[in-house]
């Protein structure tokens, strides 16, 4: 029974520190949500209700069903022959997944 | 009843002394996308004089003036046209014409107000006098299939002139029956992004970014169809990623030419504006978005796309070359001249404020706070085609 409850400890601290790797700081994920709406919303609409690029809602996105490696991937080196540039000069993949989960629950104010 | 009377005129009298009359020529607003607010601005005073609130979605909203100048007309993102009265600072009427849209324009004799829709793919026509619709064209360019339109600028005689994101076309629609437009299709290109009309109405150029050149079509002989100028300018280099496209009207303009932002190139390309063959292009810092001439020609101000929006360059149209870089404030939306150039109008996003500079003498001459301030649009803009 303690070691069950060393084991459980133990993982529960590896899956916290797994999902911070991919946890941007605060201040970086200020920025990025700043970059979302601001900088993004140039062409996805600072509500991402759409404009030039398609809605990036949370229903928008799932209504259209991409999976989330296809998004991250379109964010990070864009998708030629369309407006969407790639990004991966100012954000790392794993930043890219993390705007994904947050589009994906609807994406926060800033 | 004498008493009411008099009280009724004191009242009256009193209303009056608390709005003087004045004109409209030096007013203007500047658009806070973030808050849905619009601030009134006076270019005499460089300074606010009031607030406006209950706009909606302002992000990327666009005004048009009425002939007066004392109406503002706001397309804002979420589909609302929204008439705001400058003298009394207030809003007159609104609705909700559309999913999203991008703009829109006012006809030559300021009769009616055309908006143009990314969603439902269109353009739909108002009374500028009581918002009513009154026709809509649906950008259907092939059976069942609708496209953005983009770049709706007015052309002479009630005809508005439009581009066609998907559908790569130009479309001219002649409103003199506002209420049954008829419409002419030219094919103009690979997914042309904005247009203008040239400060004659002659011309109509959509700006194309699935391919190097920009449409041209001209208003006085459009049966000759859109011709294609500036063909190839990226000599088949790779194109540079466009974090932001860039913003077409007829202030491109200058001393007989055009002065036009490349796509994925960041440079200025200059093409003569009688035989439309390109006779120079100008290095700037980045993406160029606006490209505007000071209204007497002598200068060009260019501001770039993300990242490089913080700086804005100034080309001398004598020399072709740029004198001048500033560095204004963070992340700079939009720039906007005093109707006869003196000044220039910057809005600093990032930095939440507006910032005024002599044209002349580089030098800062005034500033305010605004949250987020995008657009800045000047009544000047009333009298000018194309605006
Ligand atoms: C210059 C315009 C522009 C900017 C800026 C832009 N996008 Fe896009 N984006 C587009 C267009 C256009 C598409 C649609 C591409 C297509 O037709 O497949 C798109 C597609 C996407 C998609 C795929 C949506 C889907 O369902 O297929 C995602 C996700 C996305 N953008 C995220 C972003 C993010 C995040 C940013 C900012 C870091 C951004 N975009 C900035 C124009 C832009």
Known sequence: MKNLHYFLMIYLSLAASAASANEPSPERAHELVRMVRQDCGSCHGMTLNGGLGPALTAEALKGRDIPKESLVATIVGGRPGTPMPPWHRFLSESEAGWIVDRLLEGFPQQ | MRKFLALASVLLLSACAGQPLRGTGDLGLVIERASGHLTLINTSTKAPYARVEG??????????????????FIFGRDGGLTKVDLLEARIVKRVIQA??????????????????????????????????????????????????????????????????????????????????????????????????????????????????????LDLWQPEKGAMKILEGYGRGEEKLPVFKMPHLRGWSMAQG??????????????????????????????????????????QIW??????????????????????????????????????????????????????????????????????????????????????
């Open chain 2, 55 to 72: 706009l909606g979605d302002l992000s990327h909203a666009s005004t048009v003036y009425s002939r007066d100048g004392r109406y503002a």
């Open chain 2, 99 to 216: 999913g999203n849209s991008i703009g829109g324009s006012i006809s030559q004799d300021g009769r009616i107000v055309v908006a143009q829709n990314y969603a439902p793919g269109g353009i739909k026509a108002f009374d500028a006098e009581t918002l009513e619709l009154l026709s809509e064209v649906p950008a259907e360019y092939a059976p069942g299939q609708f496209s953005k339109v983009v770049g709706l600028a007015d052309a002479q005689g009630g005809k508005f002139a439009y581009a066609l994101f998907e559908g790569g076309e130009i479309w001219v629609t002649d409103f003199k029956d506002p209420k049954k437009p008829t419409t002419q299709r030219f094919p103009a290109g690979k997914q042309p992004y904005d247009g203008l009309v040239t400060p004659d109405g002659r011309y109509f150029m959509a700006g194309l970014y699935g391919e190097d050149g920009v449409a041209l």
């Open chain 2, 257 to 298: 030419k055009a002065y036009l932002p490349a796509i994925g190139r960041h440079e200025v390309l200059v093409v003569d504006g009688i035989s439309w063959k390109e006779v120079g292009r100008i290095p700037v810092k980045g993406q160029p978005v606006f490209v505007m001439a000071r209204p007497d020609g002598r």
């Open chain 2, 302 to 387: 260019v501001n770039f796309a993300f990242p490089d929006y913080s700086e804005v360059q100034v080309i001398d149209t004598l020399s072709g070359k740029v004198v001048k870089t500033l560095s204004p404030g963070k992340a700079i939306l939009h720039m906007e001249f005093t109707p006869r150039g003196e000044a220039v109008w910057l809005s600093a996003r990032d930095d939440n404020k507006v910032v005024i500079y002599d044209t002349a003498s580089f030098d800062k001459i005034g500033e305010f706070a605004a949250q987020a301030p995008s657009g800045i649009f000047f009544t000047s803009r009333a009298a000018r085609i194309g605006f």
